[in-house]
Every structure is written in C-alpha cells, then in structure tokens.
C-alpha cells in the first residue's frame, strides 16, 4: 500500500524565515512520482514539482528547493526567506506511473508579516 | 484546451437530490482523475480514466457515485441522492504519462474545482 505522511500540521513563521516542510511516503514500488502541490485560501491546487523516483538530484527554483532522500523515503520541502503570500496548504503526493495519486494530509503553514 | 475545466463552479443540491459534475481535461491527456476534498482537508481518490476506460475505482462509493469518460464529451461525475456528508469541492485532474521518458516537470493538471453544498 502507497501513503504519505506529512508529520506537520500547522507551522508558523515570520517573514523572512526558512522553512522546511517535511514528507516522509511508503511504496513498494521502485518506479514513482512525488509531488508537491501548494493550495491558497482560494482553493486552487497548485503545482510546485514532480520528481521521478530514479531521479535523487535536488532541485531549487527561486525561493524553493526539494531535498530528495530514496534511502530515508523523504521528500523534504524548503521555502527560503518566507513570505506573506507563501501562507497555503502544502500537500506531498505519490504516484506510481499512471496510477491514482496518494495524497499527504497537508501542512497548513502561516507566514506572518 | 490548455486547462482542465471544470463546471459548475459551485453546486448547491437539497439532501437526495442529483448532482452531476463535469470536466473536460486537456486536449490530448489520456488520463482523468477525480477527487474529493472535504474541508480542505485531505484528497480523497474516486476514480481514474484511461480514455474512456475505468482505469481504477477503488474509491468511488459505487452505490450512489457514478462516473464517465465518453469521447468528444466532458468526463462527468454524478452522484445520486445526495447526502450532507457529500458536501466537498471535487478535483479533476489530467495527465498524460509514458513512463521514464516523460519530460522531467511533466505535471498533473488540477482543474479549479467543483464546490458541492448539500443542504
């Protein structure tokens, strides 16, 4: 069975601070995807990554970066000197090629001004 | 299109009456997914396309959930007699995989959202 656990209910920082989301995903399969998706008060799911299992290469884009552990079964998300408009559900989730997509419970973070 | 549509944007239904979801994936994506979140809470899987073929339905409620994807139509979701505990915004997402060739920020593409409210 696939699950993702993101440990971290809520966080709150201050502006400019990092901050470190956590994902921790359980599969038996050696082929997958994981994915960070952001969701504003809005509503709309927005996509940050995807990232292919046999890919352990860490990746920054802007502010983010994704720290990619295979060996611990992490997925670990940073957002660096955080801002206002980072306030959002963060959701981790794991694919496997085509198949349905097992979603995290998310992490609520607040960033204060 | 370029995005996934979904329509209504918001639903409002008396307790078991019909609701009908719809949602046109992006052109040339063979998968749809739809999902259910209650409360912004966690995703829930219903069901997956591949074409117009079931693909995995492990979480659709069967006895008053039903789906379709039927070509050169809007996939649709229809859930009869609604209950209160129904009330949840429903995601359609698209895709298109082929395995480890895939181009590497290939995403799934969430549509905005179907807000259901059963009264």
């Known amino acids: 069975a696939q699950k993702v656990t993101q440990a971290q209910t809520e966080i709150s920082v201050v502006e400019k601070e990092d901050v470190t989301l956590d994902c921790v995903y359980e599969t038996r399969d050696t082929t997958y995807y994981l994915f960070w998706y952001k969701q504003p008060p809005s509503g709309e799911l927005v996509f940050l990554i995807r990232?292919?299992?046999?890919?352990?290469q860490n990746e920054i884009s802007g502010r983010y970066s994704w720290n990619f552990q295979k060996s611990t079964s992490s997925f670990n998300f940073t957002i660096t000197a955080s801002q206002v408009v980072d306030s959002a559900v963060y959701f981790c989730a794991l694919n496997n090629y085509g198949q349905n997509f097992v979603f995290g419970p998310g992490t609520r973070l607040s960033v204060l001004p | 299109g370029e995005e996934v549509a979904q329509t209504p944007k918001h639903l409002v239904r008396g307790e078991g009456q019909k609701a009908k979801l719809y949602c046109a994936p992006i052109?040339?994506?063979?998968?749809v997914f739809w999902y259910q979140q209650v409360l912004k809470n966690e995703f829930k899987f219903l069901i997956s396309?591949?074409?117009?073929?079931?693909?995995?339905e492990t979480g659709m409620p069967k006895e008053r959930f039903s789906a379709k994807c039927l070509p050169n139509s809007p996939c649709s979701l229809e859930i009869q007699a609604t209950k209160l505990e129904d009330s949840a915004v429903y995601f359609c997402a698209s895709s298109q995989f082929r395995g480890a060739d895939e181009p590497r920020n290939e995403k799934l593409f969430f549509g905005s959202g179907t807000q259901l409210s059963v009264l």
């Open positions: 396309f591949q074409n117009e073929n079931v693909f995995d």
């Open positions: 990232r292919n299992s046999f890919d352990e």
């Open positions: 052109k040339g994506h063979s998968y």
